[in-house]
């Protein structure tokens, strides 16, 4: 059954990627003036770009035809996290900041070409991603600066400001680039919600507004040099967030008698991030490159949520208040070595040594009159350690068409915990992997890949918190292990004239050790391993240029996912899909590999080069998100969001850009069944059924470089 869904699924991408690639005016192969294509890589020079008139390697990197940017994500570790983006054939030593940011910091002006690798070029590491932009700057004399500034105006909440500033230059034998970036926002939300008695009776009317305001700021330096055979890069960013919020909640009981009460859910949070890397990087020999890399990242935070409940002349009879403490710390040794002196073949050697912890003290009151009372959660107060080491040994074997990946990985690791829950434990994990890629002409390249993924846990799903909006416990599991997945991928991408591409992708997850939502009682669950699982699916990334339909300087980006997945069930031992723990709420930009169905953005862009105008729209939305909980099941949907731009620079040698978003401020919507005991296996409790709007905004920049 599997080979039959899975060869269907290939057969659909097929079927539309031959109407696509087949569409009128749309001819593979067309030759491009400047543009230069191999099998491994396409190359845009600079020039391609002009069109879209760029300030920023970000701009221009954005308009990479078939490219998604991707910042990489906040696991542990250095290459578990890393990105799709290069700088000069090299990832920069950092995670906190992020590739976007600091494409977003170099000029148009320094960018030389960016080169989209799909295969093994020159020593480049691909650290496990399919495709790669390397940005290639040329070396430059003297100052650049760049700027940008916005305000974004919510019709119901206010503005928010932003505004930053870098500049790269040289020193002595240092080449550097500095910045600065601030912001000041705000932003909320209205929400109507009804609850239901277990047969549909409306109970009880809520109208919620929330409001947040706050400032974020960032500063960073990023500098290289060489010492003789050996170039040493540094790279820092402190960045720091100050927040308060309220949530304010008017709930009317619909008994005969009953009178409006009212519940305030304040918030305020403060913190900062430190980062500092580290790298060298050096010849050893001819055709043998070392580097060694070290990174330490701190991160402070404060937390203080509270419950304020009043009754219907405003006087109050309850208060609970938490505050939580996070420490957070990481360091990593790294060392990558690549040797290139074998013909036909690229050898690539990493070792890892990372250490991680987790500081959460956490303090809960409660207070109905008396004076407060502490309330003890448990497991809210731990010390989470790990020390891993991580290693892989692959080798990148080119024959003619044909272009042969393969190796093996190997992972230890030992997690301490101590405090509320004392326990140790050691995991190791093989991640054998073997992709197989075939290019009969630079345009096209079809791809099969069977790899071992092991995840990485979060450590906060080790400790508990409290949630007073939903009155309930978010408990940890110090029980937690990481799951593990062989993942099978079949992928084709097809590339026509100078900005038109294509790519399938269809691929087949085995996971076990499933990391869901375990029961623990029959009122609570946690994060746990709730055993084995499969995830399917297809994706599809194209851009597909309008010229040939009348559309002059048009292109449409189009990316879209849908997956099926399937578990068994902890509480009622049936088969469902997986749970999505992933918080969504966001879909700008959009979270594609989470757990729900399917996932789609449209883009439209169309720019007027002599006029240097252009204007475009997009369409974001993505299926509801599950989440089966021991006696609840929880259905979230973020909604549908549509934007439109329009952007010049005509005027102040300057980008100037007014963006119209959230223009049919959708709702996002969420249904929570809660039931009198387990889930689906007793009747229900009550139902809460909640609709709510961000609000349209407009959103005026203004950036520029000199």
Do not use: C
């Amino acid at each position: 059954m599997v080979g039959i869904r899975a060869a269907n699924l290939w057969l659909k991408a097929k079927i539309v990627g031959t109407i696509l690639i087949a569409s009128p005016g749309v001819v593979a192969g067309q030759a491009t003036a400047g543009i230069e294509i191999t099998a491994d890589a396409v190359e845009y020079p600079s020039g391609f770009f002009a069109r879209y008139q760029p300030n920023t390697a970000l701009d221009m990197v954005a308009q990479v035809p078939g490219f998604q940017i991707d910042d990489g994500d906040s696991d542990r570790g250095f290459a578990a996290s890393a990105g799709n983006i290069l700088v000069n054939d090299r990832r920069l030593s950092a995670k906190q900041d992020l590739p976007s940011e600091i494409l977003a910091r170099i000029p148009a002006s320094q960018v030389e070409r960016i080169e989209l690798i799909r295969g093994q070029v020159r020593d480049i590491d691909m650290q496990g991603q399919s495709v790669v932009a390397n940005v290639i700057l040329r070396d430059v004399d003297g100052a650049a600066v760049q700027w940008r500034t916005s305000v974004r105006y919510n019709v119901d909440f206010g503005t928010t400001l932003e505004g930053g500033v870098s500049i790269s230059d040289r020193w002595g034998a240092i080449d550097y680039n500095t910045g600065l970036s601030y912001r000041r926002f705000t932003r909320g939300d209205y929400t109507n919600q009804d609850v239901l008695d277990g047969e549909g009776n409306l109970t009880e009317e809520r109208f919620d507004v929330g409001d947040i305001d706050g400032h974020r700021g960032a500063i960073n330096l990023n500098a290289a040099t060489d010492v003789g055979e050996t170039r040493f890069r540094l790279n820092t960013k402190i960045n720091g967030e100050l927040r308060e919020g309220i949530r304010v909640s008017d709930r009317t009981p619909q008994a005969p008698g009953s009178t409006t009460r009212f519940e305030q859910f304040p918030e305020d949070y403060e913190g900062i991030t430190v980062e500092l890397g580290l790298d060298a990087e050096r010849n050893l020999r001819p055709g043998l490159l070392g580097k060694a890399i070290l990174l330490y990242i701190h991160d402070e935070g404060n937390l203080v949520a509270s419950q304020v409940s009043l009754d219907n002349e405003g006087v109050q009879t309850r208060e609970r208040t938490s505050e939580t403490d996070t420490d957070t710390a990481e360091a990593i040794a790294r060392i990558e070595m690549n040797w290139t002196g074998w013909a036909d073949h690229s050898v690539q050697a990493n070792l890892e040594r990372a250490f991680n912890s987790l500081d959460n003290m956490f303090v809960q009151t409660e207070d109905t009159g008396d004076g407060p009372v502490f309330i003890e959660v448990p497991g809210a107060n731990s010390r989470v350690e790990e020390v891993r080491w991580d290693f892989l040994l692959k080798d990148t074997w080119t024959l003619g068409s044909f272009e042969l990946e393969y190796g093996l990985g190997a992972e230890t690791s030992t997690i301490t915990q101590t405090g509320d829950a004392e326990l140790e434990r050691d995991f190791s994990f093989l991640k054998p992997q073997l992709v197989l890629a075939y290019s009969n002409n630079p345009g096209e390249r079809s791809q099969v890949g069977l790899r071992r993924e092991v995840a990485q846990l979060d450590f906060n799903d080790f400790v508990s918190a409290s949630v007073f909006e939903d009155d309930d416990l978010a408990l940890g599991n110090p029980n937690l292990a990481p799951e593990s997945t062989w993942r099978l991928e079949l992928s084709h991408e097809r590339r026509f004239g100078s900005d038109g591409a294509v790519k399938l992708i269809v691929f087949h997850d085995w996971i076990s050790d499933v990391e869901d939502l375990l029961p623990l009682t029959s009122d609570f669950e946690a994060p746990g391993n709730i055993g084995d699982g499969r995830r399917w699916g297809v994706e599809v990334e194209s851009t597909l240029p309008l010229d040939s339909i009348g559309i002059t300087g048009a292109k449409l980006d189009l990316n879209a996912r849908w997956q099926d997945s399937t578990v068994v069930d902890p509480v009622t031992g049936e088969d469902r899909a997986l749970s999505d723990r992933s918080g969504g709420g966001k879909l700008l930009p959009l979270g594609y590999r989470i757990e729900n169905e399917y996932a789609v953005t449209v883009d439209f862009r169309q720019d007027f080069q002599a006029a240097r105008v252009a204007w475009g729209w997009d369409v974001r939305t993505r299926a509801e998100r599950p989440a089966f909980k021991v006696n609840e099941y929880d259905v979230s949907d973020d909604g549908t969001e549509f934007n439109l731009f329009i952007e010049t620079t005509r005027w102040l040698n300057a980008k100037i850009g007014l963006a119209a978003e959230n223009i049919l401020d959708l709702a996002e919507d969420r249904s929570r069944t809660v039931f009198i005991g387990e889930r689906d296996l007793s009747p229900v409790d009550y139902v809460e059924l909640r609709n709510r709007t961000r609000s349209f905004r407009l959103n005026l920049t203004i950036s520029g470089s000199f």
